[in-house]
């Protein structure tokens, strides 16, 4: 099969196509054909080597954490799914989206609605169960909070956007004034201008900042929170883990989070895809040799919302 690899850390001309073999289904794996693959911040951190010390060392490497496609074998073990099934799955830091086919164990996948692409359903689950689990496991949003969201027009702010007013919160976003008109169209309710405009020096006050982008800092958004507020943040830093611990004794609250695939939370955010009340904002689409690229705009920090790799055109 054909798969983009690395042979060695470093910067996107590792990424080369190479032919390799197909992966092998133990009893409670699935076989994907895969038809698109998110790229996502975390692909570009593997690639550099900034996760070498809680990665295997082995090369070559197929990158990809996440990956829509269709069944093309199951487990011994599997009687839910069958062959021809559409389906997302996460495969995690292990990677293998990057190539025609991937395996997933069973209880990382979820079926498809036939309402929904596999390039929309293929950003699911890093960026919208990032977005989904920030707000509601960490950020415990309720009805008519007021949610900021920094970064709000990358690859999980877009998500994060939609999913506040999904569950009743009124939305500020914080991104450039380039991308104001994305995210009032994604259902925020103002936009701050973060080139013009420091909201943490600003006299508003949130339950809840989600910083998607992990730009912030809790001190910087003491101010900005209300008295039970809670900050929020994709980037769980050794200060970050310092401000959590301190925070258990306050009345606002330093939470970080590193998403885990929840097959419910995946189901939920399909279903909305399906009825029109969500979707995945895409920038850009790739074909797999194009992935050094993708990679460099990936670190550019320009994307609106998420990039694709397309390896079956629909």
């Known amino acids: 099969m054909r798969a983009a690899v690395i042979d060695q850390y470093g910067d996107s001309q590792q990424l080369h196509v190479a032919d390799a073999p197909k992966p092998e289904v133990d009893t409670h794996d699935v076989l994907i054909h895969v038809h698109a693959t ?22 070559p490497k197929i990158l990809g954490a996440e990956c829509a496609g269709v069944v093309m074998e199951v487990g011994l073990m599997i009687t839910d799914l069958q062959v021809g099934d559409r389906v997302i ?165 330093a939470e970080s989070l590193i998403a885990s695939f929840n097959q419910q939370d995946a189901t939920w955010l399909l279903k909305q895809m399906a009825e029109g009340k969500l979707q995945t904002v895409i920038d850009r689409t790739y074909q797999l040799h194009e992935l050094p690229q993708a990679h460099d705009y990936s670190e550019s920090g320009k994307v609106k919302g998420k990039l694709i790799l397309k390896l079956i055109e629909d």
């Not at 998110?38 to 090369?59: A, E, H, Q, V």
């Not at 989904?132 to 690859?155: C, F, T, W």
């Not at 420091?198 to 209300?226: H, R």
Request: aromatic letters at 6%; a negative charge; hydrophobic letters at 40%.
């Open 89 to 253: 799955a996460s495969l995690g830091a292990k990677g293998g989206g990057y190539a025609d086919y991937a395996v997933a164990e069973r209880k990382n996948v979820v079926k498809i609605p036939d309402e929904v692409s596999f390039e929309q359903a293929a950003a699911v689950p890093v960026g919208a169960l990032t977005a989904l689990q920030a707000l509601r496991e960490k950020g415990h949003l309720r009805p008519n909070d007021r949610v900021l969201i920094n970064g709000a027009s990358g690859g999980v702010g877009a998500f994060a956007v939609q999913i506040a007013r999904l569950m009743g919160g009124q939305v500020t976003a914080v991104c450039s004034a380039d991308n104001a008109a994305l995210v009032l169209e994604l259902g925020a309710d103002h936009v701050i201008d973060h080139n013009t405009t420091d909201f943490t020096q600003q006299p508003e006050q949130y339950n809840i900042v989600f910083d998607a982008i992990g730009k912030s800092s809790y001190d910087l958004c003491k101010n900005v929170l209300t008295e039970d507020g809670i900050y929020v943040t994709t980037l769980p830093s050794p200060k970050q883990l310092v401000d959590q611990v301190v925070s258990l004794f306050k009345s606002q609250k």
């Open 38 to 59: 998110g790229i996502n911040p975390m692909d570009s951190k593997i690639r550099s080597g900034d996760m070498k010390l809680i990665l295997s060392t082995d090369f």
